[in-house]
C-alpha cells in the first residue's frame, strides 16, 4: 500500500465497514478495463452508495493527497480505470437508482452506476428508450466520462450531444451541479461539456441528466454487400448528403465478415465488404428511407440488399455486429484483440481504411475491421498472442500508426474509446500546443493531481 | 484613453496604420450592442485581417495587460462588447474568408468575421445549407461565442452542437487549434465546446470549422392557432414525443401575435396563442409530418391550421416571425425593446410563461412573448420608455424576476443570448457553487484578466 493510502486507511474502515476492501482479488478486478490487460492495482477498493459518500472519501483523499480512480462497469478499452498510483478505486456500480424520469420532456436523472441496458429496461414501458450503444452494458456514468458513442450516434449523437448536466464532486471533496434541465443554454463555460470525457480527472460524476428518446414506431435493417470497400463508403456519404437520417450504418471488412459469418453463423452473405443499416421512423418513412438507401447503394455497386423488419432477424444482425470483437478472437483461437479507434472526415475514411490495410499487411498481424461508417470512424482489431512480447509489440506499433494515419488525415486518434493512459502520446500528436491548454484546466481544477492521474492529459 | 493602451498605441499606429482608429464616431459604433444600449467605448478599433494579427495584436496587450474586447457584428443582446475597461476592440469583420467547403464531409472552414448569410449565399449552389439561424445577420465567430441558436435549433442543434473546431488565439497571443474535421472525437478535454459560449473571455476564435446539412428536398411551413397558451405547448409537447423531426416549431403569444398582425399585415390570423411550424424533408415526408401536426394540434384545441408550401408565402411567414422584435417596438412609438432569454423543461413551459404574464401585469408593462417551444426556450420583449428612469428600472427589474422564474422551473437564465455583463448575477443564483470552478478556468486560461473582461464569469 502507497503510505498515503495508509494514512486514511483506518478512517474509511471505520466508515465503509464491509463496503472497503483490500483483497488482492478485488483489487485485481479493478486494476483494468477491457482490452489491454496492463493491471495496476489499487490500494483499497470502496464501494460508495451515494453522492455524499463520494464527497467524503474524496474530501479524505483530497486532504491526504491519495490518488483517486472511480470504477463504473470496468468494460472502457484504454486503461482508464489502471491505478496507475495506486490509492483509492472508488467504484460506483451500487449508485444504481434511476432518480427521475420525465415522459414530457424527454429526459431522465440517473445515478453515475445506472447501465444503459438497465435504464432502457426501466423506460421502455413509457415508450421511451436512450440510444447511445458502445457496445458493452458500461455504465451511463462511465459513458458520459469516456464521451462514448457507438453504433446509433450517426443518428442520435454521442454522450457530448446526450448529457443535459451531472452532479459532480470536485478534487476537493466539493458536489457541484452543471447544466440544468433546459435543453440549451448559454449561460457560462459549457462545464457539462467539459466533463464529458473527462475521463475522472476533473472530479468525479455520480449523477447523470440524459436526454431520451421516444421509441420509433417502426425499425427495420438492411444489408448490402459491396465489391470494395470504396463503394460502401460512397454509399454512405451519399446517403449523409441526402440528409437520410438513418439509426446506423456500420461497416465491416471483407476480414471482420469471415470472422463474423463463421462465429455469428450468418446465412447468405459473402466475405466481402458489407454494411449493416438501421432506420427509424414511422411505417411509411422507415420504408421511404430503406428504399433510398437501396438505390443508393446499387447505384455504388452494392448488391444482395436485403431489408429485415422482423424483429428476431434485426436482432440477430445486430448481435453479430456487437459480437464482432469476440468473433475476431474466435478466429484466432489463444489470441488477445487489442481493439483501437479513429475517426476521420467520411471523405478520407476510404482512404483510410485502405492505407490502414496497408499498415496491417506491413504488421503481419491479422486486424478485422469494422466502423460506424456514418460517423468517419472505425476500430481495427488487431490479434494478437499476449505470451509473444515481439507480436504483442508489434500490435501496439500497428495501433499506433493507424492513430498517426488517422490524424494525418485530419482525423483524430480516437472516435470514441477515449485516451487512458494508453494514447497519451497520439493525443500530442492530435492537439499540439492546444495540449498547454488541457494542462492548465487539469491544474486549475485538480491542483493536487489526485484524480485519475497519469489519464486523458500528459502533466 | 487608459494608460495601459497608452503604452502600446504607438506600436498598433505603425503596424496598422489607417486599420486602427481611435475616432469617437468609430469607437461609440463599437460600445454596444443591440438591446440594452449602454455603451462603453474601448480606446482603440483595430481592423484585423488574420488570424496572425489577432495574434500579434493580443501578444502586445497581453505584455501591457491591455483589456480586449473581440467584436464581429455588434448584435449581441447582453452587452458583450462592451469595453467596461477600455482597451482594444479587435474587429473581425474583415476576417470574411470562406476557407474551405466540404460537400462529401458536409463540413466548412470559414474565418471567424463570415456572417451566417454570407455562408449561406455561398453553399447553396452546391445545395447546402447552414442552419443555426437568431435571426440578426451574426458573424459565425459570434455565434459561437454566444452558442447562439434561434428558430432552428430544434431540429439542427445549437451552435454547440455544429461547431467542430477553431483555431483560437489566446490570452498569451499563441495561435491554437482545437477539434479536428472528424465528426466525433474522444480525445481529451473539450476545448471547442469550452469556447463555444465563452463570449472572448478566454480567447479569441478567429477561425470556425461548422458542420453544414444538405438542402431539403422540400420545406413547407404551418400555422395554428390556439384559444389557450397550454393547448400551444400540449401539441408541441405531443410532437417531440412523437418524434417529428420539426425544422421549426415557434411560439407568439396573443400579445405578440397583435404586434405582428398590425406589422407584418398577417391577414386571416387572430391575436391569440399561435405556433409556426416548419418541416424539411422528401416530399412525401414532409407532407406525413405535416397531416401529424395537424391531427396533433386539433387534439389540443387548434383551430384554422394552414399549410403554407409556396415560397413566397413560406418566406413571408418567417420574416413576420423574424421581426416580432421590431413589430413588439412598433407597438410601442419611441419605446425601447429590451429582449430576454430563458429556456425551461418543456414541461414547465406554460407554467413559465404564465407567471411571466404575472410579473409582466405586476410590473405594468408591455412584453410580447416569442418562443422557440421545441426547445422550452422564450423571450420577453419588455418594451419601455428609455428616457424614463423609473419605467426603465421596472423593465430591469422585469428581466431579472423571469431569469429568477426560469431557473426556479429548473430551467437557465439565458437559452441563448448569453450572460454578457447583465445577467451575471441570474448566473450565480442559476449555478450557484459551480461558478468557482468557472473562475477556476477563466483564471487558469486569462491568468491577466485581459479577454473581454467583466463579462461572462463574475471575477
Redesign the interface.
Known amino acids: 500500500m502507497y503510505a498515503a493510502t495508509a494514512t486514511i486507511h483506518t478512517h474509511l474502515k471505520d466508515r465503509y465497514g464491509e463496503r472497503l476492501s483490500d483483497s488482492l482479488a478485488l483489487r485485481s478486478q479493478h486494476a483494468h478495463g477491457e482490452g489491454l490487460q496492463d493491471a495496476h492495482l489499487p490500494d483499497v477498493v470502496v464501494f460508495a452508495e451515494s453522492t455524499e459518500e463520494v464527497a467524503h472519501i474524496v474530501g479524505l483523499c483530497h486532504a491526504a493527497r491519495v490518488p483517486i480512480v472511480p470504477f463504473g462497469t470496468g468494460t472502457s478499452l484504454e486503461g482508464h480505470v489502471a491505478a496507475l498510483h495506486g490509492g483509492v478505486c472508488i467504484d460506483l456500480s451500487r449508485m444504481n437508482q434511476i432518480i427521475a424520469v ?6 431522465c436523472r440517473v445515478q453515475a452506476g445506472v447501465t444503459r441496458m438497465q435504464l432502457n429496461r426501466d423506460i421502455k414501458a413509457q ?1 421511451l428508450f436512450f440510444p447511445i450503444d458502445p457496445g458493452a452494458d458500461a455504465s451511463l456514468g462511465g459513458m458520459a466520462a ?4 457507438g453504433t446509433n ?1 450517426v443518428r442520435y ?2 454522450m ?2 446526450n448529457v443535459l448536466g451531472f452532479t459532480v464532486v ?1 478534487a476537493e471533496g ?5 447544466g ?12 457539462t ?2 466533463f ?3 475521463e475522472g480527472t ?1 472530479g468525479i460524476m455520480t449523477e447523470v441528466q440524459l436526454k431520451l ?2 421509441l ?1 414506431e417502426c425499425m427495420a435493417a438492411a444489408i448490402s454487400q459491396f465489391d470494395t470497400l470504396e463503394g460502401a463508403v460512397a454509399s454512405v ?1 451519399m446517403a ?4 437520410i ?1 438513418m439509426a446506423r450504418i456500420e461497416l465491416l471488412d471483407s476480414v471482420q465478415m469471415a470472422a463474423s459469418i463463421a462465429y455469428s453463423k450468418l446465412e447468405g452473405l459473402a466475405a466481402k465488404p458489407t454494411l449493416f443499416f438501421e432506420f ?3 411505417e ?2 422507415v420504408a ?1 428511407q430503406a428504399e433510398m438507401m437501396q438505390d443508393i447503394s446499387s447505384e455504388n455497386g452494392g448488391s444482395d440488399y436485403r431489408w429485415v423488419k422482423a424483429q428476431e432477424e434485426r436482432t440477430a444482425l445486430w448481435q453479430a455486429r456487437h459480437h464482432a470483437y469476440y468473433a475476431a478472437m474466435a478466429s484466432r483461437p489463444g489470441y488477445q484483440c487489442m481493439a483501437t ?1 479513429a ?5 478520407r475514411l476510404a482512404e483510410c481504411i485502405t492505407e490502414a490495410g496497408k499498415l496491417i499487411e506491413q504488421s503481419g498481424l491479422s486486424a478485422p475491421i469494422v466502423g460506424h461508417a456514418g ?3 472505425f476500430h481495427l482489431q488487431p490479434l494478437y498472442d499476449p505470451k509473444d512480447a515481439e507480436m504483442t509489440a508489434r500490435a501496439h506499433a500497428l495501433t499506433s500508426a493507424v492513430s498517426a494515419l ?2 494525418r488525415l ?10 487512458g493512459f494508453h ?1 497519451l502520446e ?2 500530442k500528436a ?9 494542462q ?6 485538480d491542483p493536487n493531481n489526485i484524480m485519475n492521474p497519469g489519464k ?2 500528459p502533466m
Open positions: 420525465n415522459p414530457e420532456d424527454l429526459d415508450g469516456t464521451r462514448a458513442s450516434a449523437g454521442t457530448r450531444e470536485t466539493k458536489i457541484i451541479h452543471t440544468t434541465r433546459a435543453r440549451k443554454s448559454s449561460a457560462g463555460y459549457d462545464l461539456r467539459l464529458v470525457g473527462s476533473l428518446y421516444g420509433p456519404i449523409m448528403q441526402m440528409g437520417p427509424h421512423g414511422s411509411r418513412y421511404e479507434d475517426c476521420v472526415p467520411i471523405s460517423d468517419g470512424n488517422a490524424i485530419g482525423g483524430t486518434c480516437s472516435g470514441e474509446h477515449g485516451i494514447k497520439a493525443l492530435e492537439h499540439g500546443e492546444a495540449i498547454g491548454l488541457m492548465s484546466i487539469k491544474k486549475a481544477l486523458t492529459v
